[in-house]
């Protein structure tokens, strides 16, 4: 069984900054690439950030400059740092990770909302 636990969502003013974290947890050999998603409603779920588990990273062109990923291996943890949050970053994130217990596939983690009032 794998698990990945989010935390650190909430309410934030514009402008304002928030840090999620994504731990995994359970039985397995490896994990690869991590990232986050978000869904905003009415909206298709997108791309926020990706991170390699050698470091490299992909961000959307909407959070560039704003957005920074990061992770922990020795931790199984990613996190999203996100700074000059609009209104428009409101959304629930997803955590999202390949990992290998007898083949790879992707997890999700259950989600976190994320609330940027004006």
């Known amino acids: 069984q794998v698990q990945l636990v989010e935390s650190g969502g909430g309410l934030v003013q514009a402008g304002g900054s928030l840090r999620l974290s994504c731990a995994a947890s359970?039985?397995?050999?490896?994990?690869?690439?991590m990232g986050w998603y978000r869904q905003a409603p009415g909206k298709s779920r997108e791309l926020v950030a990706t991170?390699?588990?050698?470091?490299?990273?992909n961000y959307a062109d909407s959070v560039k400059g704003r957005f920074s990923i990061s992770r922990d291996n020795a931790k199984n943890t990613v996190y999203l740092q996100m700074s000059g949050l609009k209104p428009e970053d409101t959304a629930v994130y997803y955590c999202?990770?390949?990992?290998?217990?007898?083949?790879?596939?992707?997890?999700w983690g259950q989600g976190t909302q994320v609330t940027v009032s004006s």
């Open positions: 359970g039985s397995f050999f490896s994990i690869n690439a």
């Open positions: 999202n990770a390949d990992i290998k217990r007898t083949f790879w596939r992707p997890y």
């Open positions: 991170i390699t588990s050698g470091g490299s990273t």
